[in-house]
């Protein structure tokens, strides 16, 4: 049986886990850390110790700005930014929910927005994110929204990509070709 | 002349439109040739890799294998698609078996990649082809007095492409002293501006954004430039509820590098895209043209 090691290490970006030296150098790197349930270091431990449920449904991926100061710094090359993105995707690939982080489902209206249009159509995505999660919270960066809008940064229509048909069929392709 | 082949990225439409207006302002008369590529798609981003790893790789190849049919150097003016399609394109490459695949998948669609693409930045094709001499040669309006922070932000540097230093890059200031403006020193340059979690923990990252306008602020700074979409979004769009929740004034208008090089091959602030730009950058501009003429 394929340990959760495996698991990981087969993702792309979670193939050098193992070179980690628990130096702490991602956690002290790290401009979120003090969001997350485990900074970055101790999720690594974690990851090394089979603690499955407990990385996965953890909210401290979610938090990964892809900053890669964590990347940059490691002595090791493990690439934690790379690693985070590896979680985030086998979390979601398994069905794990993570607790008090809006992260996932504006993710999900994202990569909803690529699927259906070919391109994100920024003002749309972030409607369903809002009206997915918490309409009150939209109040709270109306103006900001509002800014946009006038700005003309916030167009209500969507660009539809051609040949936007090719992304669902070269998706099941894949699909096919992975699961052979 | 220089040929390029013109990845815009998303952004380019809607919350960056001051971005790609600017960048075709300038491209002709900095002997660049951006040629859209047809039919381009999102990179896939940071969430398409968050939610499906395997999967993004083969959103990112459909754009290579578009642009290999091309042929020339892929340009993006996006520092998050310039990652993206670079980690895609090296991964591809490091894993053959993996490349195999993702063609299986491609041949649908009637596509190839075979992974010969060079993916660039804009910043890099500014200074490493146009070059800030030639550049500078070009400038109507010197940018005097005018204090910039230059911000890199962290997908231009990093994880490293080897454009520019991973936490002190320079480049971006010599493009801004280039047009004669002043670089102010900025040691948070390639600091994180919150990236997209501010639609979904906007609470949690305005105090990144603080840490930004506090160090360039008490660096002199008047404005900021950066090439990022998302840096000059954050920047500009939520500059209002930093004030609002940390009870600060700042006012700094947030230029897209392109703009300001606009400014100063002296281009007016429509062809720019500044009317784009939520704290107005015109305080800042007209300071400049009173100073030219001595008033």
């Keep these: 049986m394929n340990t959760f090691i495996d698991e990981v290490k087969a993702t792309p970006g979670g193939e050098n886990v193992l070179a980690c030296i628990q130096c702490g150098m991602c956690s002290g790197s790290c401009p979120m850390a003090n969001q997350m349930e485990y900074a970055p270091r101790q999720l690594i431990a974690m990851i090394r110790a089979d603690l499955k449920d407990e990385v996965l449904s953890s909210n401290s991926m979610w938090y990964c700005l892809s900053c890669y100061l964590c990347t940059a710094r490691c002595p090791k090359g493990v690439k934690p930014t790379d690693l985070a993105h590896a979680l985030e995707s086998l979390a979601t690939q398994q069905g794990y929910r993570t607790r008090g982080n809006n992260n996932p489902e504006m993710y999900r209206a994202f990569v909803g927005s690529i699927k259906s249009n070919g391109r994100v159509h920024e003002f749309g995505m972030m409607m369903k994110y809002y009206l997915s999660t918490n309409p009150f919270a939209a109040l709270k960066v109306a103006a900001v929204g509002l800014q946009m809008f006038i700005h003309s940064r916030l167009p209500l229509k969507a660009t539809k990509v051609k040949n936007r048909g090719d992304i669902p069929a070269i998706i099941k392709k894949f699909k096919e070709v992975r699961s052979k | 002349m220089k040929y390029y082949t013109y990845f815009p990225g998303c952004s380019s439409e809607s919350t960056a439109l001051g971005m790609s207006i600017s960048l075709e302002a300038i491209a002709g008369p900095l002997d660049m040739k951006l040629a859209e590529m047809e039919d381009w798609t999102c990179c896939g981003s940071t969430p398409y890799g968050s939610l499906d790893e395997m999967e993004s790789l083969v959103i990112a190849a459909r754009n290579l294998a578009l642009a290999e049919k091309i042929g020339l150097d892929m340009v993006t003016p996006c520092s998050s698609c310039y990652v993206t399609l670079n980690k895609a394109n090296h991964h591809l490459k490091e894993h053959p078996q993996l490349m195999a695949q993702v063609n299986e998948a491609l041949a649908v669609a009637k596509m190839q990649y075979k992974g010969s693409v060079k993916v660039r930045h804009i910043v890099d094709v500014l200074y490493t082809d146009i070059k800030p001499e030639s550049i500078a040669a070009k400038v109507k309006q010197k940018l005097a007095g005018l204090k910039v922070a230059a911000y890199s932000g962290c997908q231009l540097v990093r994880p490293d492409y080897g454009f520019d230093h991973v936490e002190f890059p320079d480049k971006l200031d010599e493009l801004v002293r280039c047009l004669g403006a002043e670089a102010?020193?900025?040691?948070?340059?390639?600091?994180?501006c919150g990236s997209s979690l501010s639609i979904s923990e906007t609470d949690k990252v305005l105090g990144l954004m603080e840490k930004l306008f506090a160090n360039a602020a008490e660096n002199g700074a008047q404005?900021?430039?950066?090439?990022?979409?998302?840096?000059?979004?954050?920047?500009?769009?939520?500059?209002?509820?930093?004030?609002?929740?940390?009870g600060t004034h700042y006012n700094l208008p947030v230029f897209f590098i392109s703009q300001l090089i606009g400014v100063a091959l002296g281009m007016d602030e429509k062809s720019l895209g500044l009317d784009k730009n939520i704290?107005?950058?015109?305080?800042?501009?007209?300071?400049?043209?009173?100073?030219k003429s001595g008033t």
């Design chain 2, 184 to 192: 102010v020193n900025f040691p948070l340059k390639s600091r994180c």
């Design chain 2, 223 to 246: 404005c900021f430039t950066t090439p990022c979409p998302l840096c000059q979004t954050n920047l500009d769009a939520y500059q209002s509820l930093v004030n609002a929740k940390f």
């Design chain 2, 279 to 291: 704290v107005s950058p015109r305080p800042v501009l007209r300071q400049l043209s009173e100073v």
